[in-house]
């Protein structure tokens, strides 16, 4: 079971590359996740962005809002409110804080490579040129142990994805 502490919300931490599908999953699975687990919000790092004005994208500047979305995190699980949070956060520090301070944590990697996210369009920012993009100018950190990873080729539509995501944390 995934609820270690049954006061605490369980927060589900999906990671990946810009437009690998992390928010349609997030989306996909709402329903169900508030169905086993209870009162559930969806949060992504762009809403983040733009409800508080963020515009840095340097390695910096990102470790600085990953620290906060942490912290907004581990606020909402405390209040016993579930969090399925999309984030690129391809930085370890954010990672480790979650797991030694939040009892009810799930991560999530949404594999997919940047070619195919590129080649099926699936987000314009691997166009621009001036933003610091992880991937691409930023080297990414890999999730080292995640509980779930889900590959995204593009092969599989979003509603398929979602039921292999939905059956592997029900397997927690």
């Known amino acids: 079971m995934i609820k270690k502490n049954k006061k605490k919300g369980i927060l589900f931490w999906i990671t990946g590359f810009s437009g690998a599908g992390k928010t349609s999953l997030a989306n996909a699975i709402h329903k169900n996740i508030i169905k086993k687990f209870g009162p559930t919000i969806v949060v992504n790092g762009d809403d983040l962005r733009r409800i508080f004005k963020l515009k840095q994208y340097d390695r910096i500047s990102r470790l600085k809002y990953s620290s906060m979305y942490c912290q907004l995190a581990k606020f909402i699980t405390n209040q016993n409110i579930n969090l399925i949070f999309t984030v690129v956060a391809m930085i370890d520090e954010p990672r480790v804080w979650n797991k030694k301070n939040i009892p009810n944590y799930v991560e999530i990697y949404v594999k997919a490579n940047i070619k195919n996210i590129k080649k099926f369009k699936k987000k314009k920012i691997y166009l621009k040129k001036k933003q610091s993009i992880v991937g691409l100018q930023i080297k990414p950190q890999f999730p080292r142990k995640p509980n779930i990873i889900i590959n995204n080729n ?9 039921k292999t995501l939905i059956k592997k944390i029900m397997q927690l």
């Open 154 to 162: 593009f092969k599989n539509n979003i509603k398929e994805l979602s």
